[in-house]
């Protein structure tokens, strides 16, 4: 081999009696082919990336001693080259973190899972906790005493967030959910009357709402899954989320109804199924399950589901009703286990999709994927829809957050004549 592939690996295996010297140089290039592998189906490099890559071999091309060969050669990278390292690193690395603090880390982890919170929220509320510890280690609290934190702690964090951050009302309110989530959750400590004291507020904002020959404008810059994936959300009136987890089991075809599970507030609610994509969607379903039925051949084929459901029905993870309507183009690993499944389409997709229709169309307005559901909902009361009706297509636990549209509705549609227009009048 001209090229010295993975010298350090080599010299490993040679070193620590896993390999002769003549056959470092081939193991060490399965390696190489499972990392470029990994990499390029952008998952992660662990056990079960390992049993991914050998069932995508070609095997009628291959002896049974390289199969053996190659899988005992990255089995050895992950379970010892690997591990070695990454114990070298950690201890290279001072801990920042004060083992206690590590650990209710931890433990603020178990109790979003067990609120079954989204993973997204999970990820938001830790990199807070992290923050807020990081903050107390540099005024001077390296060893930092759990029981003795207080409401103050987070009073003075907030405060050095918002003058010297200078971050935004909605993330200090973010930062304060997710203090107030590991104080009462974690910590079982009560911030008191600081949930009333602290947060920051907003003045009211009229939502960015399109025309309709603005949404057809968009429309016409975006093509076949995209297409679809814009108009459920236009049609429906759904959130990124609640379009992106959507499941099989979920739509109605019968009586063109859409059930959204564990929306905002973890509520139910169903919206109506437009008569313009149901054929569409109908074709869409047909081609995803073909997808599904060669992830179950090729040992795959399972879906996320709650921890408490994959309890009650641990057959169900396999099964079409409960997969995904808009499934990723690629198999990843799950980051919670490690397990390797088809995840629904990533949202930063469906954004990427909208701001480059939107570019394309040349609208000069602050479009995002939500605007859809604040258009959505425009467009139903200037079609004459009652307004109990929106909020509970939208699911919003009070009308006055519905009522917001009618003044965006007035201002279309109803806006007084401007003085200077009546000038020369008469």
């Known amino acids: 081999m001209k090229n010295i592939i993975l010298p350090d690996f080599q010299k490993f295996l040679i070193s620590g009696g896993f390999a002769a010297e003549n056959n470092a140089p081939y193991c060490a290039l399965w390696v190489s082919k499972f990392l470029k592998f990994s990499n390029s189906k952008e998952i992660v490099p662990n056990e079960n990336g390992l049993k991914y890559f050998l069932a995508g071999l070609n095997l009628e091309n ?35 973190l004060s083992e206690n603090v590590r650990n209710v880390i931890n433990d603020l982890r178990n109790a979003i899972r067990l609120k079954h919170f989204a993973y997204s929220t999970e990820r938001t509320y830790v990199d807070w906790a992290k923050r807020f510890f990081e903050y107390l280690m540099q005024q001077g609290s390296k060893n930092i005493a759990l029981d003795s934190l207080n409401p ?30 590991l104080f009462r959750n974690v910590l079982n400590l009560e911030l008191k009357d600081m949930d009333k004291t602290l947060r920051a507020k907003r003045g009211v904002k009229l939502p960015v709402v399109l025309s309709v020959e603005e949404v057809q404008k968009i429309m016409q810059n975006i093509e076949g899954m995209n297409l679809l994936l814009v108009r459920t959300l236009y049609g429906t009136g759904m959130r990124l989320m609640e379009l992106a987890c959507l499941r099989i089991k979920d739509i109605d075809f019968g009586s ?19 008569e313009l994509i149901r054929n569409d969607l109908k074709n869409h379903l047909k081609e995803a399950e073909k997808v599904h039925k060669e992830d179950l051949k090729a040992g795959f084929g399972e879906v996320f589901l709650p921890e408490a459901l994959s309890r009650k029905y641990p057959k169900a993870a396999k099964d079409w009703a409960w997969q995904y309507v808009f499934p990723s183009a690629k198999l990843s690993v799950d980051p919670r286990i490690g397990k390797i499944r088809r995840h629904h389409v990533s949202p930063s997709t469906i954004q990427k999709t909208v701001a480059n229709a ?9 479009v995002s994927v939500h605007t859809f559901r604040h258009t959505f909902a425009t467009h139903l009361l200037m079609n004459g829809t009652n307004i109990r009706e929106i909020q509970d297509l939208l699911g919003h636990k009070h009308v ?18 401007s003085p200077l227009d009546t000038l020369l009048e008469g």
């Open 152 to 181: 103050q702690d987070v009073r003075n964090f907030l405060n050095m967030l918002v003058v010297e951050k200078r971050i935004s009302a909605s993330s200090q309110n973010q930062a304060f959910n997710a203090l107030l989530f």
């Open 62 to 96: 291959m002896e049974d001693w390289q199969l053996k060969q190659s899988e005992e050669a990255i089995r050895i990278y992950l379970q010892k080259f690997s591990a070695l390292n990454r114990n070298l690193q950690k201890s290279e690395i001072r801990k920042d």
């Open 358 to 366: 939107v570019r394309k169309a040349g609208i000069a307005k602050q």
């Open 256 to 274: 063109n109804l859409i059930f959204v599970r564990g929306g905002k507030g973890d509520k139910d609610r169903t919206t109506m199924l437009p």
């Open 400 to 417: 006055e957050t519905t009522m917001i549209y009618t003044h965006v509705m007035r201002n279309m549609s109803n806006a007084p004549k």
